[in-house]
């Protein structure tokens, strides 16, 4: 099992910033990417921010220039860090990993696991 945990999120105003971490843990022998998504309501999950085990990061255009995501020096755990934050940036952020597992058998398993989501509302 991989578990992820989400920190930070919350109520700004509009051009503020906010930080949200996301830690793994569990049984992992390797993360592929991991990222974070948003979903507002009545609209479809859509992706904010993802890094790879190499380090490459991939944003929208809707937030490439606000957001940064990174990794923290803490293992397992990566960093958004979003600024000039907006009203249409309110949402539910969720955090996805995805990779390998050592199973209970000792073999590898693929998982691809999301947090609970902490929700970001941006209004004055």
């Known amino acids: 099992q991989v578990q992820l945990v989400e920190s930070g999120g919350g109520l700004v105003q509009p051009g503020g910033s906010l930080r949200l971490s996301c830690a793994a843990s569990g049984n992992i022998f390797s993360i592929n990417a991991m990222g974070w998504y948003r979903q507002a309501p009545g609209k479809q999950r859509e992706l904010v921010a993802v890094?790879?085990?190499?380090?490459?990061?991939n944003l929208p255009d809707s937030v490439k220039e606000r957001f940064t995501i990174s990794r923290a020096n803490v293992e397992n755990t990566v960093v958004l860090q979003m600024n000039s934050l907006k009203p249409e940036d309110t949402a539910v952020y969720y955090c996805?990993?995805?990779?390998?597992?050592?199973?209970?058998?000792?073999?590898?398993?693929?998982?691809?696991?999301w947090g609970q989501g902490t929700q970001v509302t941006v209004s004055s």
């Open positions: 996805n990993a995805n990779g390998h597992l050592i199973s209970g058998s000792g073999s590898l398993k693929e998982y691809d696991t």
């Open positions: 890094i790879t085990s190499d380090g490459s990061t």
